[in-house]
């Protein structure tokens, strides 16, 4: 019957594979009003899932999960994905001890490939999974979703590398909204950005396309004249193919939310020898008005009003990471010489002030937090006093940097008698 949902009836990704596509725009619609209503009871990662609702749905009719493994990249953007693969009481619950976990988990289904935390790690999971299956003489396809966020981490970088120079079969998909949780930044988000919105490129590929088609190909030296065309057309309307440059396959641009296109290049994929990257273009808090206004705000947020999208958390004290921010906008007021630092959470460690104020002494690195760390430790060198905020479980990833480069500075500075380096060291 038309009035019942759909998502009452999928109880495994297999159910997704009789339903056309008008019953698909359905379930998308209902996915997205679920996922709102538990994310405002609940609280948890709301714009980043719900950018990928159409994608997700893509991937699990192209693939066989739990048979093929879909690795996703931190797993803030995973709430579709546990309701397509009989979570859906659980998810009730969300992030509750009688509920479903915010993250992939695999002792919670067999359909999370991985337990995901940190971002940038799903291409490096992916290749090892890639590595081991082929070790064992397997068959079964391996799916990377990457967000454009997470390029900015090196880890990410290192995995490109290997698999270009391994070319084991490798499906990348690069889930790009133009965020990681702030706004993004570098070079990677220049270039993608680049890509996206340079619709000469695709009109004339097409065109192209279309001509070299028409014509009879004779020889090896007609296919390395078509060849080489192709990439002095690419050349000239987009600086530098990076990841081609890797030896990985690029696909794109394709349209995240048309669930028909997105699944027409997973297709072509599939049947690709080495790996191959498709790049997809999602909108953060896709379906959801206020996510979609303020995708920062709902990328991790507590229960809310789903119709106003307004906090409801009481009205107290200000909390640690407002006065944090306040104590060093007031610091910087005097000291002009103190630079704040952060990787990809400018809002979330209360630097969205300091950015405004100050916005040539506020530098966000991206997901980098080793770099943000031995960034800081040359700026005290410089004679700057440089303070990075990141979360405890994110500075992690820069203990070798707090150990190795910060910490020696400050060493330095005592046993050398530096005066100077010792003044401008921050004590992480």
């Known amino acids: 019957m038309s009035g019942t949902p759909l998502l009452d009836a999928i109880s495994g990704p297999s159910d997704l594979k009789d339903l056309d596509y008008e019953e698909l725009a359905r379930l998308a619609e209902e996915i997205r ?48 994905h546990k309701l397509l693969t009989g979570r859906r009481k659980e998810f009730e619950h969300l992030r509750c001890a009688e509920g479903c976990s915010g993250f992939p988990r695999r002792e919670e289904s067999p ?10 790690t799903s291409i490096s999971i992916g290749l090892g999974l890639a590595i081991a299956r082929d070790l064992e003489g397997d068959d079964f396809h391996v799916v990377s979703v990457v967000g454009d966020g997470a390029l900015t981490g090196g880890v990410a970088f290192e995995a490109l590398n290997q698999a270009g120079h391994l070319r084991r079969d490798l499906i990348i998909v690069l889930n790009d909204n133009g965020m990681s949780i702030s706004r993004n930044v570098g070079a990677m988000s220049t270039y993608l950005t680049q890509l996206r919105l340079n619709p000469r490129y695709t009109r004339v590929k097409d065109e192209v396309k279309e001509i070299i088609e028409s014509v009879p190909v004779v020889g090896a030296p007609t296919d390395r004249i078509i060849h080489s065309f ?9 600086p530098e193919f990076i990841f081609e440059e890797l030896g990985i396959q690029y696909v794109g641009i394709v ?22 990257l498709i790049h997809v273009l999602t909108s953060k808090g896709k379906g959801y008005p206020p996510a979609e206004r303020d995708p920062d705000l ?10 106003t999208g307004k906090s409801l958390e009481q009205k ?27 990787a990809a959470m400018k809002l979330g460690t209360g630097l969205d002030d300091f950015a405004r104020l100050y916005p040539r002494r506020f530098f966000d690195v991206g997901i980098a937090e080793q770099h943000a760390v031995t960034l800081a430790a040359g700026m005290a060198l410089g004679g700057y006093r440089p303070v990075v905020s990141i979360y405890s479980t994110f500075l992690q990833r820069a203990i070798d940097q707090m150990i190795q480069d910060a910490d020696a500075i400050k060493k330095q500075a005592h046993t050398t008698g530096g005066e100077n380096i010792e003044h401008h060291v921050v004590d992480l």
């Open 33 to 80: 009003r679920v996922i709102v209503e538990t994310t405002a009871r609940c609280g948890g990662h709301l714009a980043s899932s719900l950018g990928v609702v159409e994608l997700t749905i893509a991937l699990h009719r192209v693939f066989d999960s739990p048979r093929d493994r879909i690795v996703w990249d931190v797993g803030h953007q995973a709430y579709a």
């Open 316 to 342: 107290g004290p200000p909390s640690f990471t407002a006065t944090f921010g306040h104590v060093l906008c007031d610091m910087a007021r005097s000291e002009p010489r103190l630079i704040a630092i952060t």
């Open 230 to 238: 192709k990439e002095r057309l690419k050349n000239f309307l987009i």
């Open 255 to 276: 349209d995240g939310h048309d669930i028909q296109a997105v699944e027409r290049d997973l297709r072509l994929a599939k049947s690709a020898e080495g790996p191959i």
């Open 298 to 307: 709902f990328h991790g947020i507590g229960p809310f009003d789903p119709d």
């Open 111 to 120: 359909h999370d490939a991985n337990n995901a935390g940190h971002s940038s």
